[in-house]
C-alpha cells in the first residue's frame, strides 16, 4: 500500500515524515555523533512502518470492542498484544486511571443496612403488657427483637410508654 | 533539553493522522488523547531505534551510524518483521541516490547548518566492512505475519530475485 505512493523515477524515495524532524528527535540521544543518509532514510521508513502497525492493531481492538473511536485504551491494549512494542512503549503510556475505559468496573456491592436500634427504644408490644412483669420482660426480650425495632416508628412508642406509669401510681 | 522546543520531540501531528487513516476503515474516529499518545510513541520509537543503532556503532569503533546498523537494531529489538521491506527500500533508495548531481545538492540543501553531515567522512568504514555477514537480510515470509501482503508484492516482485545487499555499499565521495 505504502509502496504505491512513492515515486519510482523521482529524486527521491517520498517520505511521509520530514527528514529534519526525525534528525533532530534522533539527535536528542547525546551519544549520536554522525547519521548516514541511508541509515536517516531507513528510521524514517520504519517510523511510517511501526505507525502504520500501531493504527492497524489499534483499529482492532476499537473493532473488538464495537467502538468507531479509537481511544487511549485502545492504543494501549494493542501495545501489550506485541512483546517488542510492549518492552519499551508500555511504561511510557499514561496511567490506566486517565485513560477513557468504555468498560466501566461493576460497582461494588451495596452495604447491608445493620443499623442497631438506638438506645432507649422499647418494643411495641410493651404498651399492652401488665405493669408488674414488665421489668422483668425488658431485659430478655430487647435483643432478640432488635431488628423488629429499627421498622418501628421510634416516637409514637415513647410516647405510649410513659402513659402508664401515672396510672400505677395511684 | 536546552534549545530543543517541545515541538521538535514529535513527529508532526498531521504527518501522523494521514498515516494512520489510511490504515483505519473509513468510519473510524481518533480521540484527541490518541493522537497525542500516538505521537510521543512514534518518537519513542525513534529514540529507541536510534540508542540501540548507536550502541553497535560506537562498539565498532565507528562515528556513524549506519543503515546496516539501524537494520541490526531492529533485529535486535524484535522489530525483525521490517527488516525484510526495508531492505528493498534500502535498495531502491541506493539507486536513486546514484542520480546526478543536481539530486545530491537538493537532499545537501536540505539541512546545510544541521550536526549530522551523512556524506563528510566517507572513509570511516573499515576496510572490510562490506564483508559483514547481515542476517537480517535472509528472506523470510513466515515472519511477516502481521505485515500486509500487498505493500511487500506490489511492483517489487522483481527486486526480490535480483536484490543484492552488498552491490551497493561502496558509495562514491562526494
Redesign the interface.
Known sequence: MVMADEEENGVSIQLEFPKGRVKKIMALDKDVKRVSSEALFLVSRSTELFLQFLAEKSAQVAIEKKRKTVNLEHIRVAVKRHQPTRDFLLDELPPPSQAAKPDKPTQPAGRPKLDPAPRGTRCIDQFFRKPEPENTAQAPGQPPENPAQAQSPENPDQDQAQSPVPVDES | ?AG?REQ?????IA??I???R????A?????D??KE??Q????????????E??ERC?REQR?????E???WA?EK???DN?AH??SL??H???K??G?PAS?RR??AS??PS????????PHSHPPNYSHHGFGMFDFDPSSQG???D???S???GGFVASFDPYANIKRDPL
Not at chain 2, 468510519?27 to 480521540?31: D, E, G, L, V
Not at chain 2, 510521543?40 to 540508542?51: D, G, K, L, M, R
Open positions: 533539553m530543543v521538535d520531540q514529535y513527529m508532526p504527518n501522523v494521514r498515516i494512520m489510511r490504515i483505519l476503515p468510519h473510524a474516529k481518533i480521540s488523547d490518541a499518545t500516538i510521543e510513541c512514534v518518537s519513542e520509537y525513534i529514540s529507541f531505534i536510534t540508542a543503532a548507536n560506537q562515528k556513524t551510524v549506519t543503515a546498523d539501524v537494520l531492529m529489538l524484535g522489530f521490517y521491506p526495508l527500500y534500502l531502491r533508495y541506493r536513486t541516490e542520480e539530486a537538493a537532499s536540505a539541512s544541521m550536526q549530522m553531515h551523512p556524506r563528510t567522512h502481521f505485515y500486509r500487498d505493500a511487500s506490489s511492483g517489487s
